[in-house]
Structure formats: structure tokens, C-alpha cells
């Protein structure tokens, strides 16, 4: 039977419910025993406007912000001034939701100045795949270069959707990447497809790492594979300390999930119904526990609704009192931040909408932590769109 806990939305503050078959209950999270600081505010500065799109965002050791937009723009910002940075992207297929997209800055950025984006790739007017990039950014922040197609042949649709693309780097270096099922029915539950799945690969080369639940393979992109039968990552983050992968997901009409990612399992998308539906049928359930009973159910889903929830973070720092170790997830259609609290094994067990957040900015599209433990978010208007810094308010 699918357990998991659904919520109900519309409340700027919820209980988790727990459901089981056709009979729930509702439970309440005891209060943490902490001496740590209960952060009940929070405060919200813009950092910056006039971007279209803000897709993600990337800090740089001398404390400058790299922001990409989805038209194929890249944005520097100094101590809050703004700077186009000059690069090719003119072989970027900008249409629907694809284009210049999720970005991750290389480890090594001090000595080799290089950064990884993921973006929809065109050849002439027509569309061909979705590729990671890897760019080396000039000594003076005016210009990138590319140095390299990291990994190409992520499936793309013409009209951009279902794109993916969110980059995240693990602490054991593994670059880590959510990619869309570009609205095609047979490819979240083929692991010989880069759609509809978390890849695992090397951040210098894009290859599969060794350890790769299906590296046994002999097909080279099921050998990346992390986790399959997904319909839209939008958000990957770790956990800090733990190693734990959460994702933040995209239901058809319902249930948006957040997931922890378990190596090699199927997260239960299959609009194909086994192969035997050649249109992309929305009507089958996001985990079809009874298709696939091994399907990992999610933490948490959006039940009834959706909110297109996108971004993925955690809240690091002792700033944040007892809110330090939570998991942030931005929202598209909703409009909102919403705030995970979890156990040790990841399980939800209270999420709270902060109101600062609700309907004010407009749809939220990136959430990333900076260095210092601040939330940096995007807006995604697709005009005088923004970045907002978040802290805990006083």
C-alpha cells in the first residue's frame, strides 16, 4: 500500500497527514528539545532586478553571484551591481521551459574558473538535445568561454517541455542531475533514456562513476543512471552531513513530490503503461505502486493540487536556529516557500508556509544557499524578474 504524507496546501501552517489506503490520521511533530533560537521571521531583500527568467545561481570564491536566465543571458553580480557576461549561447533552443537552465559552479572554480550549465541545444532552428556545458569565465567576470560538451544526448521536446535541468554537486564530488521526461511516454521507465531520471556522473569528464547502481551495464547512459521513472526534477539538493539526495518533482495535475533518492530504485512514472499507451497518458498515478510495487512512494506530495514546486535547499547555519537543517522548496504555480522539517531518515514532519513569501514575489524558481548560510531565490516572471536574499528576520 502507498503511504505518504499528503498536505493540504492552501494553510500557512501544516500538519503533515499520513495515509494509508483509504484511512488517514493526522499527527503532529513534537517540539525539537533544543537550546537553539526558534526564528519565527524571516527577512527578504531584492539583490537585484531586471532579469528575465532568473534559472539559477552560482557563488564564486571572491563573493561575486553567476546567474543564468532561460532566453540564454549569464549575469555577474558584484556586491550587487549587475554585469552581462558575453558568451555564445546562440546555439540555445529557447522555447517553453527549455533554454539556458540550471547551473552548478566547478569545485576547482578558484584555479580553473570553470562552471557546468545545463541547456537545451539547437543545430539551425532545430532543436537536438540537452546538454551539460562547461564554460570557463574570464579573469575579469566580462566573458565565458566554452571549454566543452560535457555530456550530451538528454532527450529534448521541440516545445521545451518537461526540460529539466537542475545540476548539483554532492560532497563526494559526484555531479548530480535532474532531467525531465520531455513529455515522452516510454522514457522514465527506460533506463537506456537520460529523460525522466537523477544521473550520477563526473563533474570533469561525464562519465559514470564507478560506483553507479547500474554501471554493470553496457549501455553508457544507463550507467549513469541515479534513479528512474521520474516526470520532471526540477530540484536536487543533499542533505548536509548525511549524503541523503532530495528532489523536488512536477505532478501532472496532482501531486507534486518531494523524494529521497535511493540508488538504482524506480520512483514509479510510467505515462506508457508499460509500453502498451503510445500518447502521453497524465491519467496514470505519479508513483504506480501497483505497476511497480518496488516504486519508492515519496515523502510528501501536493495531493489534489499542484504548485509546480521547483527549487530544492537546505537551511545550513547556526543563524537559523531551529530552523538549521530544514529543507526549503520553491514554488512556480503556488507562488510560495515552503519548509520541510525532517527526521534523521528524511521522513517529513511539519511543513509551514512562511508567509513573507506568499503571492508576494510572484512565481519562485531557484532556491540556493550561499556561503554564508543566506537563501538566494529567483524569481520567474519572465519580466523584471528577481533576486532575492533571504535571512532569518528579527
Known amino acids: 500500500m502507498r503511504t505518504t504524507a499528503v498536505v493540504a496546501i492552501a494553510s500557512l501552517s501544516l500538519l503533515v497527514t499520513a495515509c494509508s489506503g483509504a484511512a488517514?490520521?493526522?499527527?503532529?511533530?513534537?517540539?525539537?528539545?533544543?537550546?537553539?533560537?526558534?526564528?519565527?521571521?524571516?527577512?527578504?531583500?531584492?539583490?537585484?532586478?531586471?532579469l528575465e527568467h532568473g534559472w539559477d545561481v552560482g557563488f564564486l570564491p571572491d563573493g561575486k553571484i553567476l546567474v543564468t536566465q532561460r532566453p540564454g543571458k549569464l549575469t555577474l553580480l558584484d556586491n550587487g551591481v549587475k554585469h552581462d557576461v558575453t558568451a555564445d549561447f546562440s546555439d540555445v533552443h529557447v522555447r517553453g521551459e527549455g533554454g539556458l537552465m540550471g547551473m552548478v559552479i566547478s569545485k576547482d572554480f578558484a584555479t580553473s574558473r570553470e562552471f557546468i550549465t545545463c541547456q537545451t541545444h539547437k543545430e539551425g532552428d532545430n532543436a537536438v538535445d540537452i546538454r551539460l556545458v562547461t564554460w570557463r569565465l574570464s579573469e575579469d567576470g566580462a566573458s565565458a568561454t566554452k571549454v566543452k560538451d560535457l555530456?550530451?544526448?538528454?532527450?529534448?521536446?521541440?516545445?521545451?517541455?518537461?526540460?529539466?535541468?537542475?545540476?548539483?554537486?554532492?560532497?563526494?564530488?559526484?555531479?548530480?542531475?535532474?532531467?525531465?521526461?520531455?513529455?515522452?511516454?516510454?522514457?522514465?521507465q527506460d533506463r537506456t533514456s537520460l529523460g525522466g531520471k537523477v544521473l550520477r556522473v563526473?563533474?570533469?569528464?561525464?562519465?559514470?562513476?564507478?560506483?553507479?547502481?547500474?554501471?554493470?551495464?553496457?549501455?553508457?547512459?544507463?550507467?549513469?543512471?541515479?534513479?528512474y521513472g521520474h516526470r520532471n526534477v526540477q530540484g536536487v539538493t543533499v542533505r548536509p552531513g548525511s549524503g541523503q539526495v532530495f528532489t523536488a518533482e512536477h505532478g501532472p495535475a496532482i501531486d507534486d513530490e518531494v523524494n529521497l533518492e535511493r540508488a538504482g530504485a524506480n520512483y514509479g512514472w510510467d505515462p506508457s503503461k508499460g509500453g502498451t499507451e503510445t500518447s502521453y497518458d497524465e491519467g496514470v498515478p505519479m508513483t504506480d505502486t501497483r505497476r511497480f510495487p518496488d516504486a519508492v512512494s515519496p515523502l510528501w506530495t501536493t495531493g489534489e493540487i499542484t504548485e509546480a514546486i521547483c527549487g530544492a535547499e537546505f537551511l545550513t547555519g547556526s543563524q537559523w536556529g531551529t530552523?538549521?537543517?530544514?529543507?526549503?522548496?520553491?514554488?512556480?504555480?503556488?507562488?510560495?516557500?515552503?519548509?520541510?522539517?525532517?527526521?534523521?531518515?528524511?521522513?517529513?514532519?511539519?511543513?509551514?508556509?512562511?508567509?513573507?513569501?506568499?503571492?508576494?514575489?510572484?512565481?519562485?524558481?531557484?532556491v540556493r544557499s550561499a556561503p554564508d548560510g543566506s537563501l538566494y531565490i529567483t524569481t520567474s516572471e519572465g519580466k523584471d524578474d528577481k533576486l532575492l536574499r533571504v535571512t532569518p528576520g528579527v
Open 24 to 50: 488517514s490520521e493526522t499527527v503532529r511533530s513534537a517540539p525539537p528539545v533544543t537550546s537553539k533560537p526558534a526564528v519565527t521571521k524571516f527577512k527578504v531583500e531584492q539583490v537585484t532586478a531586471g
Open 151 to 188: 555530456l550530451t544526448g538528454l532527450p529534448v521536446n521541440p516545445s521545451g517541455r518537461h526540460s529539466g535541468c537542475r545540476p548539483t554537486l554532492a560532497a563526494d564530488d559526484a555531479l548530480l542531475v535532474g532531467t525531465g521526461d520531455t513529455a515522452r511516454p516510454a522514457f522514465p
Open 202 to 227: 563526473d563533474a570533469k569528464t561525464g562519465n559514470p562513476l564507478p560506483d553507479n547502481p547500474f554501471i554493470s551495464s553496457a549501455n553508457p547512459n544507463e550507467q549513469r543512471v541515479f534513479t
Open 323 to 366: 530552523l538549521e537543517g530544514s529543507l526549503a522548496v520553491t514554488a512556480l504555480k503556488g507562488q510560495k516557500l515552503l519548509l520541510f522539517r525532517l527526521d534523521d531518515t528524511g521522513k517529513v514532519t511539519e511543513v509551514t508556509l512562511p508567509p513573507e513569501f506568499d503571492d508576494k514575489f510572484g512565481r519562485l524558481r531557484a
